[in-house]
């Protein structure tokens, strides 16, 4: 079993459309939670970071962790044409030589 | 643009061949990552290096190795190549020691073909 799971999709929606994207984990030691952007052929871009529990918001995207049941989420709202892309989550033990474990990432296709 | 830089952007090379991946991190980043991605696998961490010094190891092969330079940019060599290494290999960089805490920088990449 891997220590990430995500659902690679694809996940076809229309334009306007709330996203949902999830991921759940097996390491209660995660501690840091990120989302990542994937366009095809580039490098992957941080969209947001999260510590332990709750939710975060920045403009059209949320986080959301839910450490009780290892499952963290990230909502897309008035999804763009341009929000086509892979997303990753990766999370990561506490502070030090710790790395990022990645899910396989989901393919997210919005159609005009 | 992250600001993390890698040269090549694409290569070809034999099987049984050697080739040496290079990455300036960004501008202030002492740590820098390998990762790499190929489609069956996704992004799968291969090694860091903080400082100039080796600090964390992954699911690395013995015939990859690295290192990171007093100008602190880093050079991932790979030796001895077979057609399944044939990925996408990212740097990555980050100010501090790892991952928690500290936003990791992802560079566009090298494209590796094995034939």
């Known amino acids: 079993q891997k220590e990430v799971e995500q659902d690679p999709g694809p996940l076809s929606v229309p334009e306007g459309a709330i996203v949902s994207l999830n991921c759940t984990y097996s390491?209660?030691?995660?501690?840091?939670f990120m989302w990542y952007r994937q366009y095809s052929r580039k490098g992957p871009e941080l969209l947001m970071y999260t510590y332990s529990s709750g939710n975060k918001e920045d403009g059209r995207f949320t986080a959301q962790v839910d450490k009780s049941s290892k499952y963290i989420s990230l909502f897309i709202r008035d999804s763009q044409p341009s929000d086509s892309a892979t997303y990753l989550c990766a999370m990561s033990l506490d502070t030090g030589f710790q790395k990022l474990v990645f899910g396989t990432g989901t393919r997210l296709l919005v159609s005009p | 643009d992250s600001g993390v830089t890698q040269t090549p952007k694409h290569l070809i090379t034999a099987t049984g061949q050697r080739v040496t991946l290079r990455c300036s991190p960004r501008?202030?980043?002492?740590?820098v990552y390998w990762y790499q991605q190929s489609l069956d696998q996704g992004l799968q961490f291969l090694i860091q290096?903080?400082?100039?010094?080796?600090?964390a190891k992954g699911n690395i092969l013995e015939r990859f190795s690295a290192q990171q330079f007093p100008d602190l940019h880093s050079e991932l060599n790979l030796s001895s190549l077979e057609l399944g290494d044939s990925a996408l290999y990212f740097c990555?960089?980050?100010?501090?020691?790892?991952?928690?805490?500290?936003?990791?920088?992802f560079g566009e990449g090298s494209w590796l073909t094995v034939v």
């Open positions: 990555a960089s980050s100010r501090g020691q790892g991952a928690g805490g500290n936003t990791i920088y």
């Open positions: 390491n209660s030691a995660f501690q840091y």
């Open positions: 501008s202030g980043d002492l740590s």
């Open positions: 290096y903080y400082n100039g010094e080796e600090r």
